[in-house]
T-cell receptor
């Protein structure tokens, strides 16, 4: 049990659908992250939130839209995705932002775009 | 550019020892992490090195040489449950984590 939960665990969607991924951390951390993990590739940092404010957006296409309503919850809203967006999407949290602490990961959402 | 290199896949025998190497070229250095990731599960933190030398934690040890841009993860007395991917990540001068692609470790009986 890592203290970071993600739902759903699996998601299949068409290119015209709109869906949202949810992440919740129960560790009292102040920073939350979205990563994309594709097979045999390094983790790609997508977004970083610190105390509910976005502090980093690594040139992610606008079809991915993050939301952080409070320090415990993080969403990733998806719309008009492409098949190449199929991947494992991981959420992580840490005590402070900017990777200055150990990050703790959720189990991920396996996304398939048809 | 920044780069982390680690072998794509390794195979070892149950009860044996295996060493997974990681070399890095980054803009500055503020620590190196090793994570374990079982298939379909979250990466979990294994170790952190910021100074040169060996850090031992049970069956797992991690070594760092900053002058060589090199680290390894040593797993002893291998168990079947150690079959997983092992991710190396380096924190650069901007405190950004740079990740390797991971090493898939296969343990055979």
């Amino acid at each position: 049990e890592t203290g970071v939960t993600q739902t759903p665990r699996h998601l299949v969607m068409g290119m015209t659908n709109k869906k949202s991924l949810k992440c919740e951390q129960h560790l009292g951390h102040n920073a939350m992250y979205w990563y994309k993990q594709s097979a045999k590739k390094p983790l790609e940092l997508m977004f970083v939130y610190s105390l509910e404010e976005r502090v980093e957006n690594n040139s992610v296409p606008s079809r991915f839209s993050p939301e952080c309503p409070n320090s415990s919850h993080l969403f990733l809203h998806l719309h008009t995705l492409q098949p190449e967006d199929s991947a494992l999407y991981l959420c992580a949290s840490s005590q402070t932002p900017g990777a200055s602490d150990t990050q703790y990961f959720g189990p991920g959402t396996r996304l398939t775009v048809l | 550019g920044q780069n982390i290199d680690q072998p794509t896949e390794m195979t070892a025998t149950e009860g044996a020892i295996v060493q997974i190497n990681c070399t890095y070229q980054t803009s500055g250095f503020n620590g190196l992490f090793w994570y374990q990731q079982h298939a379909g599960e979250a990466p979990t933190f294994l170790s952190y090195n910021v100074l040169d030398g060996l850090e031992e934690k049970g069956r797992f040890s991690s070594f760092l040489s900053r002058s060589k841009g090199y680290s390894y993860l040593l797993l002893k007395e291998l168990q079947m449950k150690d079959s997983a991917s092992y991710l190396c990540a380096v924190r650069d001068s901007n405190y950004q984590l740079i990740w390797g692609a991971g090493t898939k470790l296969i343990i055979k009986p």
